[in-house]
């Protein structure tokens, strides 16, 4: 991110935890008071007032990269929009640097193989899964999008990350299925983050069934 600042010694930092990800600063929106600049493990003195973050000592004579720093945060799935900020000086007012930050949740499960009496045989591993986001169409109707392929673990466990809020569906790849001697028997996980109680969702076991010979 590209961002200029007067010459002086101080800047203004606004970082917020954007809910609706539309990259402005809504009144319900939390302010982040932890986070802070660092320049090549240099820091700089912080003062926090009325919802904005004055860094002294930044030094914006000559282009600078910037690193966002939100270790005090201690939150991993709280992580900001850009990692890396350049400033450039220019003569002017005081400039107000707004950062978004966004929720990631996580989303973990299990793919199950059975026999023809319903028996657990085991876990499948390197199986694609196609997690599918709703969007509106033109007509208000709710409709799924390819949002990435994920493929599970050797173990047949597998871990989503870095999902942004929204309403989704985690189906296994209807093509691998048709290429292999098994019937997808539970296919498809529907789940929505505004229901989700922590960053972690644990989804329902997929299964799958050998077909008969």
Known sequence: MY???KKGNYLSLKPFLDLNQND???????????????QKNKTFRKNVTNNSIKLYGI?????KTYT????ELNNPFITPKYQDIKLESH??????????????FEIEGEIQLFDDDNNPIERVGQLPLNLYKYNDDEQGNEQPELFKTYWSEPDGFYVLDK??????MLRID???????????????FILNTEEAKDYVLFANTLTLKKQKR
């Open 59 to 63: 030094d914006a004579y000559n282009p």
């Open 174 to 188: 209807n093509e691998f299925i048709a290429g292999q001697e098994i019937t997808c028997t539970t296919c498809e």
């Open 91 to 104: 003569p002017g007012g005081e400039v107000e640097l707004k950062i978004p930050f966004y929720i990631h």
């Open 3 to 5: 961002s200029s600042v």
């Open 163 to 168: 999902v942004r809020p929204g309403k989704y």
């Open 24 to 38: 402005q600063w809504d009144e319900n929106e939390e302010f982040l008071s932890e986070v802070n600049l660092i």
């Open 68 to 71: 966002i720093d939100d270790e």
